[in-house]
């Protein structure tokens, strides 16, 4: 049977990733043609900085030799531009005349360098950077002259002027903007990185404006619009990239900055599709790595027919050595409505880092010279993680062996190699590898930019803990992300661990070492992290026999100071053993206003001193122009016309939530009772420390209301907690709410 022939426009890192990837899933099912305008095979284009700065020859960044080529019966035709396409005999055409059919095309035209409309442009010597002829041509170039200058302070620009202070050249970056690399960085993380590349021997003019290249045929400087004057041989241009659209848009495809295209890569054109640089989805091009192997992936199951999540485009990041530097960018650095969430400058480490949020939402991380984090920030980023995820824990795990644990096992972890953490992992323990240089050499991760090399060598560090604790080093449950440790006497997550004690009884003797010594924990006595943690979920999992004289016991007894909480054993143990009952009994509302301070007094006396994940705010307000406000507490209760509205999941503080409405309670008594089995639903499967908010969050606020407007669930609940109350008293309640399950008028 003969098989379909697809034709790649473009040899470049995107439509040679596809290539690879349709190889990888059904490599019979196409006949593959590529052209390619560059007289050589696939090459790694982001690392051409490192061949100028003399870090790698030109053969050491070829990602695929002829020999893969004809390995994989693909016919390459090199130094061919395509300048036709008949959309309709489905042939495109070369300006040598050559003229191939096809049953799909691919665009991968990828971009060319933005020239700047400067007058001089054309002049001798006056270059971009953006091939390995342009590498040649600027190595050449410093053997006969000295002095040159780069119009951009951009990554690209920092690059070449490294590359030419590497070959003996004087650089001057130029820039248009107040600091450098304005897009990834902040105007702090900037200003280390200049002075770094100031050590190095770079020279800066920021807040430039070039007006024209000056001398007769060949460059001799630059002249700026301030009439200040700059003396150069060499002229760098790299101010960015354009997406190469002219071949799409002669031959009818819809074009808009680039090509664009649908969640499948799909263009206006039938069978005719677009990835890389040249691609526009969701009125976005992407210029990074990362992006266009998405893309790549998706297209090459798209066109292997199997079934795929669609492209819905990809955060913006960057981690990479900037002339030596480790710096890491990720999401919106300078969006409108940023604010700070976490900063953090160490002047003797040489360290910065920089989180933003927008509305209690992660939004963006900017890392400098220690970028160990980037993987788990870029991940925070990108599923806009709430800000309270970002709090550290006091006697936690590395962060970076944190990080490299909850990294999905398919994650790529190299992007200019496309090597995962599985594939590291699995050459760790196979190959018995010790230093993140060995990995390099026996994965290829890190060995083009060196960005990742960070979370290589976190990924060295966890392979060897698991080896060292009796696991494989190798995940056996590939895309699974492993949960953070709870501390770092374990690698257990909350919910394991949760799991584990519900199967462990413990009387209580005091002796929490054989607890301990059940779940394998690294401490005999654990630590002030995960001590009140273990005891917390041992209480509300009702392992706990609650013998008040036990010995036990006497880490959760109470003592009242004012509004503090102490507990009398252990000093170390926090526990959150308060439920804040506020309410409003002043305010003259309208006619149907109702007495709060009944239903709090209930409140307070069913859950008085009960132990709860995180403190807990309860608000309980007469009606809407009560100076409690229902909406932004944990659980707020508000009169209303139909009775009580009962609303969950608000915080006052930052990160301000407001609380969504659970039920509407008919009675008093109904209202108590849902609040109640919430509070008690909060406390059985939240993690400890988890706000309330947090949880609901979590767990999906409709599961959460489905839950506790079952007539059955919502009684049980409630039950549950009555059990754990004095006898009296619960005998003296329980006959009241037992007929007073709320229903859910919503």
Known sequence: ?????????????????????????????????????????????????????????????????????????????????????????????????????????????????????????????????????????????????????????????????????????????????????????????????????????????????????????????LLFTDGSRLEAQVVIVAVGIRPNVD???????????????????????????????????????????????????????????????????????????VSGVDVFSAGDIGGEGMQTAIQHLDGIQGTYKKVLMQAGKVRGAILFGDTTEGTALLGLVQRGADVAELAPREGGPDPAEMAAAALPSQETVCACNNVTKAAIMKAIHEHGLETADQVKEQTKASGSCGGCRPMVAALLKHTHNLKNNGGTGVEAAPGKPVPMPVCSCTELGHAELKELLADIIVRETGDLTGVLQKLAWSSEHGCSVCRPVIHYYLQVSNRLINDRESTLAEYWTVVRNGNQIELSRDDEIEGHLEVQVRWDDQTKLSSYAKDASGLAAKLRTIWNGAAMPSSVNLGVAPGPGSWVSALVQDIGLLASPAGWEIYAGGHAEHPVKEGRLLAVAETEMQAAMLASACLQWYRQTAWYDEPLWAWTERMGFMSIRETLLDDQLQKELVAIHYQELDAALASSMKQSLESSAVQGTI
Not at 77 to 94: A, L, P
Not at 262 to 289: K, Q
Request: a negative charge.
């Open 1 to 221: 049977m003969s098989r379909s022939k697809l034709v790649i426009i473009g040899n470049g890192m995107a439509g040679v990733k596809c290539v690879e990837e349709i190889i990888a899933l059904e490599p019979d099912t196409y006949e593959i043609v590529i052209y390619g305008n560059e007289p050589r095979p696939n090459y790694n284009r982001i690392m051409l900085s490192k061949v100028l700065q003399g870090e790698h020859s030109l053969q050491d960044i070829i990602i695929n030799d002829w020999s893969w080529y004809a390995e994989h019966h693909i016919r390459l035709c090199t130094g061919e531009t395509v300048h036709r396409i008949d959309t309709r005999g489905k042939y495109i055409e070369t300006e040598s005349g050559l003229r191939e059919t096809y049953d799909v095309l691919i665009l991968a035209t990828g971009s060319s360098p933005f020239i700047p409309p400067i007058p001089g442009m054309d002049k001798e010597r006056v270059m971009s950077f953006r091939t390995m002829d342009d590498c040649t041509r600027m190595s050449d170039y410093s053997k006969v002259y000295r002095k040159a200058a780069v119009i951009g302070g951009g990554l690209l620009g920092l690059e070449a002027a490294r590359g030419l202070l590497h070959l003996g050249m004087e650089a001057v970056v130029v820039h248009n903007a107040p600091y450098i690399m304005n897009r990834q960085l902040d105007q702090k993380a900037a200003a280390m990185l200049q002075e770094e590349l100031e050590d190095q021997g770079m020279y800066f003019l920021l807040s430039k404006n070039t007006q024209k290249i000056t001398g007769r045929s060949q460059a001799q400087g």
């Open 247 to 321: 071949l799409a848009r002669r031959s009818g495809i819809a074009t808009n900055r680039a090509i664009m295209v649908d969640d499948y890569m799909r263009t206006s054109v039938p069978d005719i599709y677009a990835v890389g640089e040249c691609a526009e989805h969701r009125g976005i091009s992407y210029g990074l790595v990362a992006p266009l192997y998405e893309q790549g992936k998706v297209l090459a199951r798209t066109l292997c027919g199997q079934e795929t999540s669609e492209y819905k485009g990809s955060i913006p990041y960057s981690q990479l050595k």
